[in-house]
């Protein structure tokens, strides 16, 4: 696996709450099933060890179909950083690693989140082909957490999610 392709993506949101509770956000398994790859309609499974070494696991049930995200904890500095793995092994077995660093401002707190998004290239793919498949993970990627992180707002700000459509 050493054909291995990068691409960051990197994105600050701001919390009117302090550091703290968007941290726990991301570590308390009643909040993660709220708004981390799930909402609690569709929840099947959320499971949590958070220390170094420990994993997590979330299934979402949407279209008839199970999604499972998976990964291990890397680092855990509260409330100011988390690093860990994520991948969803239907789609593919290579990981990801996700780095979430929070700093308190006057306002509350700013998050930045950083994904290192890993691509194996296929045999028969030329760079320009290479180069549009990181472009579409990085933004499908974006795409979802942009959605997830209006969910961790509405969580961490008024402690709970309205279902929206």
């Not at 092994?89 to 700093?103: A, G, N, Y």
């Not at 950083?114 to 045999?123: D, F, G, S």
């Amino acid at each position: 696996m050493n054909n291995i392709s990068t691409k960051t993506l990197t994105m600050k949101r701001e919390f009117n709450v302090k550091p703290e509770r968007v941290f726990d956000a991301w570590l308390n398994p009643l909040m993660m099933k709220k708004w981390l790859f799930t909402l609690e309609g569709t929840n099947k499974v959320t499971q949590n060890e958070p220390k170094v070494g420990g994993g997590w696991e979330i299934v979402d049930h949407r279209g008839g179909n199970d999604y499972r995200a998976v990964g291990e904890y890397l680092e855990i500095d509260p409330p100011k950083k988390l690093v860990f793995t994520f991948k969803m092994p239907q789609f593919s077995e290579l990981e990801d690693i996700i780095t979430v660093e929070i700093k308190e401002i006057p306002t509350g707190c700013e998050m930045t989140f950083n994904q290192l998004i890993h691509v194996a290239p296929e045999e028969s793919w030329t760079k320009a082909d290479l180069e549009r498949v990181l472009g579409e993970y990085h933004d499908q990627s974006e795409h979802g957490w942009n959605l997830m992180f209006m969910g961790l707002k509405e969580l961490v700000e008024t402690g709970y999610i309205s279902y929206k459509g």
